[in-house]
Every structure is written in structure tokens, then in C-alpha cells.
């Protein structure tokens, strides 16, 4: 690359190179910056490795799960990182189980309500203390009978299938305040406040307004909404311990996440977008489109189209930016290694906006720089070691799918939207038999699903259940009355035979889960607040669970070999 100029590069890990007229061609991946010797003007550089970490070799299978929905006794009414360590562990040990697939562990807006959606976080880089296992915490042991009461209080809401996220919240903040005021600074908790820098502060300090005000920072004073004002300085002088608690809690959630993790690899999922009222929202306000919110044009489902209520970043601010808030999210997300899923990857060439107060009638697509993007992802990925999966269901053009393909961005293909036989389906993906907007297996066959929908006024279509169930009945060579459970296993029998890089399976479906755990466009159902109809220990002793992996990988070895 020419520029033309003498000047030095400065390269991210602290070297210096001196330049006559040209940079050189094999500087290290990563994020550099060229300054001019002669006026000063400074250039960004991005060296990339070109496509995504993916080893040759990959052919896994593994669990789609939402973790809040994963109890064991331990719980407190909410699947935990120490649910997801026990789980993992028992699923890579007896099942050769090779990854698990989770719902967003985003950080919510620390108030009541919580939100529920995973796929509406505060924060996409900064994780939710729901899933902290409070027995896990330095000094719980110590602290004895002050947490007895509570933790039985937490224990009592495993008996009710439907998940109270506020009473999780209001019990383990409870406890999390007993513990912090016997917490004693160590050199891991400075190191890792050092480490996270000014962005962690900012989520701390938006955490403790947003407490302090009970709502996100469009109802805060004014004087408060931009991060870097007087007022917000001078409250970070004023309730610097109320600050750090919240970075505290990052700090156990980070030492939570990476023992969760050790024993099997976890590929997070990262949503389209986040709470406009929330802490990226206010970290990065400047560099949010207003008067706009993303969506979904009209189509054959909703002749409305869609609006997600999420604010979009202006393409400019964020290529002004360097790509900041992307390279951290990117960078949080894949911090444990794994996977990354990304939620509508097609966000990264076109998101549509919609003017507020308007339909999805009246928006349009505005693109992005998905060079960029892409690079950034490559990087990142091959840092952390960590593979890219890319939602790419619906309205996809194929020059788009191609790029991602040449990316190593894996597909994401499910047995519902595939006309094409399993033996078939692209190398390059990650395959599964549904998602958590869909019916469940078991939903479809017994028509639980439908009768939902009839009940919430959805006006399903039933000549389109009925095709899908005579699709499904005839691919599986089963009579009329065949039973759920061979419905079940036959199903999984016959994705598993995909030459697919990745499969998923979900424990919604090898548990008969009449329920999705959410259901698009409604707003009068428990959307993402229904726990797996057994627990940990007695999904682990499931007869039918185990017949299931041990066919899937007996199949999936068949084909290895």
C-alpha cells in the first residue's frame, strides 16, 4: 500500500516502523495507524487474515439450548453458568458431545422489570448476573446463614415451570450486597478492571444511574445523557463504590464464564442489535441513527413487515469510529473462544430502517461497509481461535451467501426451510432441524403449536401444518400414527446425515417441548420464560436423550471415517 509520504507506523502490539513512501506488505493482522512525518494527518490501517478461523478438519455435533431454561437443584428459578459448566462437562465426557450453541448472556438494564428477550440486551459485551451461580462467588462459603435464607428463597422458584426473572434479580442482588461489602480487592479483580478499561467504567457508571434513576437513560436528567458530561464525571467522583460493584459483578461473570467453558466450547450469540434505552446505546449515542429503528420489510408472513424497536448505527459514524463498537462487541463475544452465531447476519451489508413512528411499509435498506465488518470478524476470530455462524434464513441475496461462504462465515440451514435432500446441504454450515422462533418438534406433530396460535389470534395456516407434517412423515418412512418419540429420533437420525460442518441439536426438541420458547409477534405469552420440562440430573438420566446422541454420533462417525 502506497501513501506517498514519510511517516512512522504504529502498530497495535507498540512497534514502530519508519516509512519512506510505502507500507510494508507483511505487518501482522490486526488494527495499526500510519502517521504522516510531513502534516501529521494519521491513517487507520486493518491487516486481515482474509476469511474466518476454521480448522479443516471440523465435524461436530452438538446442543442448542437456551441456558435460563437449563435448572438443575442448584438453580435459583434460572439456568446458570454453573448449570452450564455441569451440563457441558457430562455432554462432551459421555455423549462426545462437541460444542453447545446458547441463547445471548447479554447485561440487561439492572431494574425491575428485567427484560426478558435475550435478543434485546443492554449491552451486547458485557454479560447478565442472573446467570451468576451465587454459591460460586469469593466468600459465599464464609457467609454462611446471611445466604441460607435467600438461596432457599431462590431454590423455591425451580418448583414453578414459568421463570420470574424479577424475583431471580431481586434475591441475587440481595445476596450479590451481602458479599460485596465483605469483598476484599484482589490483584485478579484491579487486573481485570485495568484490562477491560474506560468502556467497562461506562457500563458500570450507566449500571448505577440506571439504578439510581430505575430506567434506561431516556429518563434520566438530561445532564446525564452524554457519558462524557460534568454531571457524569462528577458522579463518578461522588459514588465510585456503587461503580465498582458493577464491575465486580462483570469480574465473576468473567470468571464464571471461562470455567463454564473449559470443558466443552460455547458459541454465543450475538443479536442484531440493543436496547435504545440501554448502556451501548448511551456509550455510543453519538454514533446511533435517530429518528429511525431496524426491521423488516413486508412479506409473505406479515404484511406489515416488522420493526424491532432498535436503534442502527450510521454506517459513517461507525467507519469514523474505526469501528470501535464492533470490534469490541466482536472481540467480548468471542473472549471465550468456541463460536460466534450472529443473529441476521445480513445486517452486515444492509439493515432496514424504519422512520419512528411508521410500518415496515415505509422503510428502506441502507447499506454497510461489510468489507470492513468482515475483516474485523476474521481478525478477531482467528485471535480468539473461535468459529463464525451466520443466521442467514429469509430474503437472502446469493452474491451475499457467496461472500460469506469465501469468509469461512458459516451457513446456518434448517430442515424446515430446506427443499433439498439432507445429503445435500452445504459443507460450509451449521445445520439443525429449528430455531427458538419456530415450532418444536413435538409442538407440530400434536398440533400443540397450532392451537397456540389459534388462541393468541395468530391465524395459522392448517393446510400449511399439514404439509409440513406429510413432508416430514414421508421423509421419515412413518405411518399416520406414529409415536412423538420415534418422530423424535428418526428426525435427528435423518439431519444427522447432513455433510454439514456443524450440527445442532435442541433440547426443546429431543424433550418433546410443546412450547417454542418464543413466539414472533406476541407480546401475551411467556416469551423466553419457560424452563425444559425436566432439570439437569433427570435430562442426564433420560433414556431417550441418550438413545438420541448415541445415534447422532454413531452416524456423524460413520462419516468422519
Given amino acids: 500500500m502506497k501513501v506517498n509520504q ?100 447479554g447485561a440487561t438494564i439492572p431494574i425491575v422489570p428485567q427484560q426478558t428477550s435475550p435478543y434485546f440486551p443492554s449491552s451486547r459485551g458485557f454479560l447478565n448476573p442472573l446467570y451468576l451461580r451465587i454459591e460460586e462467588v469469593p466468600g459465599a462459603k464464609a457467609a454462611g446463614l446471611s445466604l441460607d435464607k435467600i438461596a432457599a428463597a431462590g431454590r423455591q422458584l425451580n418448583s414453578q415451570r414459568l421463570i420470574d426473572r424479577d424475583e431471580v434479580f431481586r434475591l441475587k442482588m440481595q445476596a450479590l450486597a451481602v458479599l460485596w461489602k465483605k469483598f476484599k480487592p484482589t490483584p485478579d479483580f484491579e487486573r481485570f478492571c485495568q484490562t477491560e478499561g474506560p468502556t467497562l467504567t461506562k457500563f458500570a457508571v450507566f449500571c448505577s444511574l440506571a439504578r439510581r434513576f430505575n430506567g434506561g437513560w431516556q429518563r434520566w436528567p438530561m445532564k446525564f445523557h452524554a457519558c462524557a458530561s460534568p454531571a457524569v464525571r462528577e458522579y463518578m467522583a461522588e459514588q465510585g463504590n456503587d461503580i465498582r460493584f458493577f464491575k465486580w459483578l462483570q469480574w465473576l461473570l468473567h470468571r464464571q464464564m471461562k470455567s463454564a467453558t473449559a470443558g466443552m466450547p460455547v458459541i454465543q450469540d450475538l443479536p442484531i442489535g440493543v436496547d435504545p434505552g440501554g448502556a451501548d446505546a448511551w456509550i455510543w449515542r453519538d454514533m446511533l441513527a435517530k429518528g429511525v429503528q431496524v426491521g423488516a420489510p413486508p412479506d409473505a408472513y406479515n404484511a406489515q413487515g416488522q420493526n424491532w424497536g432498535m436503534q442502527p448505527f450510521r454506517p459513517q459514524a461507525l467507519h469514523a469510529s474505526f469501528f470501535e463498537p464492533f470490534r469490541f462487541t466482536v472481540r467480548a463475544a468471542l473472549k471465550y473462544g468456541g463460536g460466534l452465531r450472529i443473529d441476521h447476519v445480513m445486517g452486515l ?195 431417550l436423550v441418550g438413545k438420541i446422541c448415541r445415534r447422532i454420533r454413531e452416524i456423524r462417525n460413520r462419516q468422519r471415517s
Fill in 6 to 105: 514519510p511517516g512512522e507506523l504504529f502498530l497495535e502490539n507498540g512497534a514502530v516502523i519508519p516509512v519512506e513512501r510505502k507500507i510494508p506488505n507483511d505487518l501482522p493482522w490486526g488494527y495499526h495507524e500510519f502517521r504522516s512525518a510531513s502534516n501529521g494527518r494519521r491513517l487507520k490501517l486493518m491487516v486481515t487474515p482474509g476469511a474466518c478461523y476454521l480448522p479443516p478438519a471440523l465435524h461436530l455435533w452438538g446442543w442448542a439450548l437456551q441456558l435460563y431454561a437449563l435448572r438443575s437443584a442448584r438453580s435459583w428459578g434460572l439456568g446458570d453458568l454453573g448449570d452450564l459448566k455441569a451440563f457441558g462437562r457430562w455432554a462432551a465426557r459421555e455423549l462426545d458431545c462437541g460444542f453447545c450453541l446458547i441463547n445471548p448472556l
Fill in 349 to 543: 451489508f444492509r439493515l432496514f430502517w424504519i422512520p419512528a413512528g411508521k410500518s415496515g411499509q415505509d422503510g428502506a435498506y441502507v447499506r454497510y461497509p461489510v468489507e470492513e465488518l468482515l475483516a474485523i470478524l476474521a481478525i478477531e476470530s482467528h485471535r480468539a481461535k473461535a468459529l463464525v455462524i451466520g443466521e442467514d434464513l429469509g430474503t437472502v441475496e446469493p452474491v451475499m451467501r457467496q461472500l460469506l461462504r469465501r469468509r469461512n462465515v458459516l451457513s446456518y440451514r434448517l430442515l424446515w426451510f430446506e427443499s433439498r435432500p439432507i445429503r445435500k446441504y452445504p459443507k460450509q454450515a451449521l445445520a439443525a432441524i429449528s430455531t427458538h422462533d419456530l415450532f418444536t418438534l413435538a409442538g407440530l406433530w400434536s398440533g400443540a403449536d397450532f392451537q397456540e396460535q389459534e388462541k393468541l389470534g395468530l391465524h395459522p395456516d392448517a393446510a400449511d401444518r399439514r404439509r409440513l407434517i406429510q413432508t416430514l412423515r414421508q421423509r421419515l418412512r412413518l405411518p399416520k400414527q406414529a409415536d412423538l418419540a420415534a418422530v423424535i429420533l428418526k428426525t435427528h437420525e435423518l439431519v444427522a446425515q447432513c455433510p454439514s460442518r456443524l450440527l445442532a441439536a435442541s433440547l426443546d426438541d429431543v424433550l418433546a417441548v410443546n412450547e417454542r420458547p418464543n413466539m414472533p409477534g406476541t407480546t401475551n405469552r411467556p416469551n423466553w420464560s419457560l424452563a425444559l420440562p425436566l432439570p439437569l440430573r433427570e435430562i442426564q438420566r433420560s433414556a
